[in-house]
Structure formats: structure tokens, C-alpha cells
């Protein structure tokens, strides 16, 4: 089936450093969402990109999603230790409803 | 206030125990789907419905069962649980078809077969 991996698997950063993680796909995406799961929490929306080379911002949160919408990235500025968590993109394809998550990138951000 | 409540937060049960895991929304939401979650492995996603009395089977469904009898419910149901089916499991509702909207997670139900 498709799949959407994601790298890196985990980052340790200090606090203040920039992060980024990159969500790939082998085919196209329709579309793409980002989630964020606290330690112990649950996936929480953060924000969906559907056209090409898009780019939105979320405060120190930028989203892109590739000109061939077959990647995305995430990219934290000048992380806080509120930023600690697991980051999933969620892709689908051929404009179906379901979404297919990658295994996430885990972020530790050391005070 | 508008969430997706699972039930029970915790469970450990014995292998070949039937045991259904609830899941509950309250927003009207067309879509809801059902994902387990392991280490190193993400979300895979297990069963998923579009509306009421319309499912389907996700990546991950041997050894699941789910039903859609009401919009607000979707149940998840082990007939014979195993060890292998140890888990976090969450249930995740969306607006539904015709757009694209984010999911709504529920709190997660960690189960431990023994």
C-alpha cells in the first residue's frame, strides 16, 4: 500500500535551536496534514496543506508542502521546551477521505 | 464541549476474552476510524467508516471488527484477543466526505493482553 515515511525518527535539540522534520511519499499526495502528540497525549491537528509548493506559518511552526506534492517539512524556530512531542504528517492520495500517517519524528528540546 | 470519548482508558484482559473498546463523538462527524499505535511503527490505521453502516477495512484489520450502526458510534471489537494485540489504541472522527478536515483523537485506550 502507500506509505509516507518521515525523518528524522528523532531529534534531540537545545533549547532555541531551529528543528525541522521532512515527510516524504514515492507517489503524489492530494493533500497533507501535521499532528502533534504530547508525551502520553493524543494526535492534535495542527494544519493541512493542499496546493503545491504551499507554505503556512503557525507563529515559530512553518509548513511546506513540495512543488511535486511528494514531501512536505516541518520547521520549528528557536524550539521551547512546550515544543517536546512526537510530529506526524498524515498523507492521502488520489483526493480519498483516509489519510495515511508516518511513523513521526520525536522531539526532545533540553532546557 | 466538542471531543471523541473512548472507553475504557485502561484495560488488561486475558487472551480469547471478547472485549469491545467504545468510541463516542458528539460533533456530528461523517468519518471515523480507528487507529493502534506501537513503537517505531506510528498510527496504523485498523478499520474506518465513511457513514453510518459503511465501513472499511484500513491497514492493519485481522483480528478487529468495528460496526457503524449510529453516526456518533464506532465501536471496536476484539472476539478473540491476543497478546500481539496489545496496544494504544485511538478512535479519530472528521467532518467527513466532500472536503478535507483534521481528525479529532480521542484520549487513547492503552490495552495490555495477557
Known amino acids: 500500500g502507500q506509505q509516507v515515511m518521515q525523518i528524522p525518527q528523532y531529534q534531540h535539540v537545545q533549547e532555541g535551536e531551529d528543528f525541522t522534520t521532512y515527510c516524504n511519499s514515492s507517489?503524489?499526495?492530494?493533500?497533507i496534514q501535521w499532528y502533534k502528540q504530547r508525551p502520553g497525549g493524543h494526535p492534535v491537528f495542527l494544519i493541512q496543506?493542499?496546493?503545491?509548493?504551499e507554505v503556512k506559518k503557525q507563529k515559530r511552526l512553518t509548513f511546506q508542502f513540495g512543488e511535486a506534492k511528494k514531501n512536505s517539512s516541518l520547521h520549528i524556530t528557536a524550539t521551547q521546551t512546550t515544543d517536546v512531542g512526537t510530529y506526524f504528517c498524515?498523507?492521502?492520495?488520489?483526493?480519498?477521505?483516509?489519510?495515511?500517517f508516518g511513523p513521526g519524528t520525536r522531539l526532545s528540546v533540553l532546557p | 464541549e466538542a471531543q471523541v470519548t473512548q472507553n475504557p482508558r485502561y484495560l488488561i484482559t486475558v487472551t480469547g476474552k471478547k472485549l469491545t473498546v467504545t468510541c463516542s463523538q458528539n460533533?456530528?462527524?461523517?468519518?471515523m476510524s480507528w487507529y493502534r499505535q506501537d513503537p517505531g511503527l506510528g498510527l496504523r490505521q485498523i478499520y474506518y467508516?465513511?457513514?453510518?453502516?459503511?465501513?472499511d477495512k484500513g491497514d492493519v484489520p485481522e483480528g478487529y471488527k468495528v460496526s457503524r450502526k449510529e453516526k456518533r458510534n464506532f465501536p471496536l471489537i476484539l472476539e478473540s484477543p491476543s497478546p500481539n494485540q496489545t496496544s494504544l489504541y485511538f478512535c479519530?472522527?472528521?467532518?467527513?466526505?466532500?472536503?478535507?478536515?483534521?481528525?479529532?483523537f480521542g484520549s487513547g485506550t492503552r490495552l495490555t493482553v495477557v
Open positions: 496543506l493542499v496546493k503545491s509548493g
Open positions: 467508516s465513511m457513514n453510518v453502516e459503511v465501513t
Open positions: 479519530a472522527s472528521s467532518l467527513g466526505t466532500g472536503r478535507y478536515y483534521g481528525y479529532t
Open positions: 498524515a498523507g492521502t492520495y488520489n483526493y480519498g477521505q483516509n489519510f495515511v
Open positions: 507517489t503524489t499526495l492530494s493533500n
Open positions: 460533533m456530528n462527524h461523517e468519518y
